[in-house]
């Protein structure tokens, strides 16, 4: 029987070097979403795997000398990657109680790998929080480009955002963006910067003008920018930077296949230079 409770935000603790990282971004998202914690921890069940090192991954002391013992070996048992996952996710348990206690946390311990483990909390969760560095096969590309819930990736360690920069591009995924962000309280309390990258023209202008007025309407402390320049990563990167924006959002992947096979992907391009989180949105 499944443990997973709806409306969850699940942190993905997979990544050794993001896993504090992860908990902090889970701890800021599940207090404005009125969500409890999801810790989920996957490993392959059917093979032995390389050891992952989970040792200092998080700064407390309880038992942190068993899961260095786990880092002596080239390849663990099942049952020795079973408890060292037990052991991650209680050590995780006991670091989000010491920073929040009355945070409500629970645990997910898949044994298959982490994309299967995604799909599994897919459809019933608020939101998913990953770092940037994953530990399995699949990349994170592909983990965003499959899932349907908006993904918070993280680096290390997480800066809490006050402002966001939501690129806006007119498609029928920025709007049902638009439309999420109007009225999610994750980022209710944020200045939002609604940036959209294109021609100076009647139709681009109108659409962002539009675009800035529902948010203003939801009562979103908003500023609107229209870019004009040919690469929509290095126009949103340079706005980033130079107005020093703590959150970066927007839709996942929004181009076709053919477009990222001739020009490459704009989400892939900006998982690999944004150097903040970043919320990407499922696309329609």
């Known amino acids: 029987m499944s443990n997973l409770k709806p409306d969850s935000v699940i942190a993905c603790l997979d990544c050794p070097d993001h896993v504090q990282a992860v908990l902090e971004a889970s701890m800021w998202a599940a ?24 040792s200092g991954c998080l700064n407390i002391d309880d038992e942190s000398a068993l899961l260095d013992q786990f880092t002596t070996k080239e390849h663990l048992s099942n049952c020795e990657l079973k408890a060292q996952g037990k052991l991650l996710l209680h ?15 629970y ?3 898949r044994h298959e790998h982490l994309n299967q483990s995604i799909d599994y909390v897919d459809n019933k969760a608020q939101l998913i929080v990953i770092g940037h560095h994953v530990t399995c096969k699949a990349t994170l590309s592909q983990l965003i480009r499959l899932s ?10 997480f800066l809490t955002p006050t402002t966001a920069l939501f690129a806006f591009d007119n498609c029928a995924t920025s709007h049902k963006l638009l439309n999420w962000l109007c ?3 994750l980022v209710r309390a944020l200045t939002i910067h609604i940036v959209m990258v ?10 962002l003008r539009e675009a800035y007025a529902r948010l203003k309407q939801a009562g979103i402390k908003s500023k609107k920018a229209l870019l004009d320049c040919r690469d929509v990563t290095a126009a949103l ?12 959002i ?21 998982l690999g230079s944004t150097k903040t989180p970043y919320l990407l949105f499922p696309k329609v």
């Open 31 to 54: 207090p404005r979403l009125q969500a409890p914690i999801g810790l989920l921890h996957s490993v392959p069940s059917l093979q032995q795997k390389a050891v992952v090192n989970y």
């Open 91 to 105: 050590q995780a348990t006991t670091y989000c109680e010491q920073q929040r206690q009355k945070l409500k946390t």
């Open 107 to 109: 645990t997910l311990h």
């Open 148 to 157: 349907h819930c908006p993904i918070l990736v993280t680096h290390a360690p």
């Open 183 to 185: 009225k999610t309280p």
């Open 198 to 207: 294109g021609k100076d023209n009647s139709e681009n202008c109108d659409a």
């Open 237 to 248: 990167t340079y706005y980033q930077n130079e107005h020093n924006i703590g959150l970066l």
């Open 250 to 270: 927007t839709g996942a992947f929004g181009q076709s296949r053919l477009h990222e096979f001739l020009k490459g992907s704009d989400t892939k391009k900006l």
